[in-house]
């Protein structure tokens, strides 16, 4: 009985400090300048932008693909979408990492065709290398190349609200982050209070045993 108590409490306290390390992070991003293929130029003005949201679960510093909750670039998430995917569509993000040390790095893209295969298009998007644009259909078929140079540029910003402390009353107020990142303080869900109840039950059960 003291032995099952004792394990009972070891997997409160291992799963609730699981969950207290597990960090939110949201970024919105933008990468600026890229070498247009087809125009034969360098394009300073051309962006692409998007922001990303997960929580780093096992507190390591880096959000990975398994991690993440949404990923979007314009008006798509691919997160979300990969659930649409079938035979002759898909959309979703095949690798994914950010961390303040390595930086952001991404692969995804969307497309499809018809059962004939007669038609169809799509796009891939591999941060740090190229942006592919492509259509095809009985009567032709596009593609539009852009890619990253050393003049590219990304800009990142937090969306993280930013907690701080009135100096008067000492009680915490919330604001949108323009820039740094900041972490809200791990607030244990009501699964992790249910299993430390539990854990702590245990203890008190086999003190009144002895």
Known sequence: MKSLLSTAVLLAL????????AQPVHWAFSYTGFYDQEAGAFM???ALSGDF????????????????????????????????SNAYYRCGADSFLYSP??????SLGAFGNDPEGWAGGGHLIESGNMRHDYG???????DHYLYWTAETRLDMTSMLPVVAADTQTGAQTGAQSGGGQAQAA???EPATWTMLALGLAGIGLWRRRR
């Open 136 to 142: 095809f259909n009985p009567g032709g078929s596009t």
């Open 44 to 46: 300073p003005g051309m």
């Open 186 to 188: 791990a607030v244990p």
């Open 53 to 84: 949201a997960g929580d780093d679960a096992d507190g390591d510093g880096m959000l990975e693909r398994e991690e993440l909750h949404s990923l979007t670039i314009g008006d798509m998430d691919y997160v979300a979408c990969a659930a649409a």
């Open 101 to 106: 040390a390595h930086g952001l790095s991404f």
């Open 14 to 21: 291992s799963f609730s400090s699981a969950r207290a390390d």
